[in-house]
């Protein structure tokens, strides 16, 4: 059985500064790959590219990016030309959570909560493809939510976000399937990260490095096969 390995891949992770992008970009950096990751300030990516390259002695390279706007995304590709050369992987991480009933909810976080988890989304793949396609072939894994299927009481933005997220997930793996362009979504439940503040955290919820392993467990399967969407949930939830 041939398995696809990530030695000298080059692949870039959004939001790879920390909690659940962090620990995948530390993952393919021990897998032996090239990485590139972007946060939203440009202390806190460099503090993460020290770190990360102290921790697993990688190829890595960080650069601030507000992924909600396009020319800002425009940018960051143009420093993952100069630094990585070429693109294997993508992995759409960065979001934000916005929430409050729609009564309540203002214009303003309705927009970023789209512009950050759905619309950057489009303009990562959009620019990555022709890369891809240069490479003959490439994988895209857009970590969605639980909240793709399950809406809740002040959730509209967040929800709307992330079921656009897998629609629009399922229509760029049928639109690029036959190039080489794999397509998975990873839809973890709770997550003990800081996304949520210091409440989120918590040793009942799936880890970080747990959603890193279903990464790495899809970015390596054989060819032929494409995990198109993981489900993740916690094993013994609280009460």
Known sequence: MSIQKLVGKKAIVTGGTRGIGRAIARMLLEEGA???????????????????????GGCIYGAACDVSCPEAIQKFFA???????????????????RFGSV??????????????????????????????????????????????RNAFAGGAAYNASKF??????????????????????????????????AAGLASWKIQPQDVA?????????????????VEMRPSRPAK
């Open 103 to 148: 009564a309540d909810l203002e214009a303003g976080e309705w927009h970023r909560t789209l512009d950050t988890n759905l619309n950057s989304v489009f303009h990562f793949c959009h620019l990555a493809i022709p890369r891809f396609r240069a490479r003959g072939g490439g994988f895209v894994v857009n970590i969605s939510s639980l909240a793709a």
């Open 34 to 56: 090239e990485v590139a990751i972007c946060g939203r300030s440009e202390a806190g990516t460099t503090r993460a590219v020290s770190e990360l390259r102290g921790e697993t």
């Open 164 to 197: 656009g997220l897998n629609g629009f997930s399922e229509a760029l793996m049928l639109d690029h399937r036959h190039e080489g362009i794999r397509v998975c979504v990873v839809m973890p439940g709770s997550v003990s990260t800081e996304f949520s503040g």
């Open 213 to 229: 392993e279903v990464v790495r467990m899809v970015l390596t399967m054989p060819e032929r096969t494409m995990v198109s969407l």
């Open 79 to 97: 420093f993952v030309d100069d630094k990585l050369g070429s693109l294997d992987i993508l992995v759409n991480n960065a979001g934000v959570g």
